[in-house]
Nanobody, 122 residues
């Protein structure tokens, strides 16, 4: 199982970025796929996740209204569209997959991709 994250980079405050996570070695059905982020020196936190069917989504309060998660099952890809970015969104974003009992339960995600860095400048 592999998760390949991409799409990070520098962006100005107020701008947008779209992260992509391509999964291989498994089918997304029945899995929760999502994104965590981590700022150096701080704990990792959940950003958003989606159940493989796409009918259930979760958003952290800090990103609600600014972030949209979507899935393309044919491409085994999950997207995270982030708008109206703020400097506090600067972090390494990790794509994850698993069957957690609740979205924020980091330890219950079995698969982790490499991080992609998003840097938001003011």
């Amino acid at each position: 199982v592999q998760l390949q994250a991409s799409g990070g980079g520098p962006v100005q405050a107020g701008g947008s970025v779209r992260l992509s996570c391509v999964g291989s070695g498994f089918t997304s059905d029945g899995y929760v796929i999502g994104w965590f982020r981590q700022v150096p020196g701080k704990e990792r936190e959940v950003v958003s996740c989606i159940r493989g069917s796409g009918r259930n989504t979760y958003y952290a309060d800090s990103v609600k209204g600014r972030v949209t998660i979507s899935a393309d099952s044919a491409k085994n890809t999950v997207y995270l569209q982030m708008n109206r970015l703020k400097p506090e969104d600067t972090a390494v974003y990790y794509c994850v997959a698993g069957r957690p009992s609740a979205a924020p339960r980091e330890a219950e995600y079995a698969y982790w991709g490499q991080g992609t860095l998003v840097t938001v400048s003011s």
